[in-house]
């Protein structure tokens, strides 16, 4: 329960529904069909929306991942779904569907969504390190601006100190 709001405890409890529903129950309704992958898909949408409007991760990397994970679900099980109903219609007319080179994009799309999941982890640690080039450059700008601070106060001192003949600095 580590991972969630401490008033949001409780999700991980729904959490572990999704899982038991979409691994356990789901794979036993209407095997291979059109509605197996419409109910895998719905669930999978509304768990979404409940993720979303929740928000009941206490780390928001941990809320952005399961998000973005549930998205590639929802994308994935909805393209399932339009490949089966059109392998349907093509049954139904006594052909076979064709592949098109636009057919084999979108799959390749989806393949790059879906191994997206496998790699925003690694990314988001890379993303907060001190080694990705847009930290060290903010890194960079903070300490110039407060060297500029600096310079800038010390510059009023020292005119005070010239005009009043009184030293603003503290004990050396």
Known sequence: ???????????????????LLTTSVLVFFYKGS???????????FFFLVLTMRMRPFADVRLEKMQIWALLVLCIT??????????QSVAEANGSTPQQTQLGTAVSLIILAFQMS?????????????RLN????????KELHTEAIERAKEEAEEARVERETGVSTAGPP
């Open 34 to 44: 059109i509605l197996q992958l419409a109910g895998g898909f719905f669930l999978m």
């Open 77 to 86: 099980l909805f393209y399932g779904v339009i490949l089966n109903a059109d």
């Open 1 to 19: 329960f580590k991972n969630y709001e401490v008033t949001k405890w409780q999700f991980e409890i729904l959490e572990m529904w999704r899982k």
């Open 133 to 140: 080039p847009l930290n060290v450059w903010y890194q960079f």
């Open 117 to 129: 999941v496998l790699f925003l982890p690694f990314a988001t640690i890379i993303g907060e390190s």
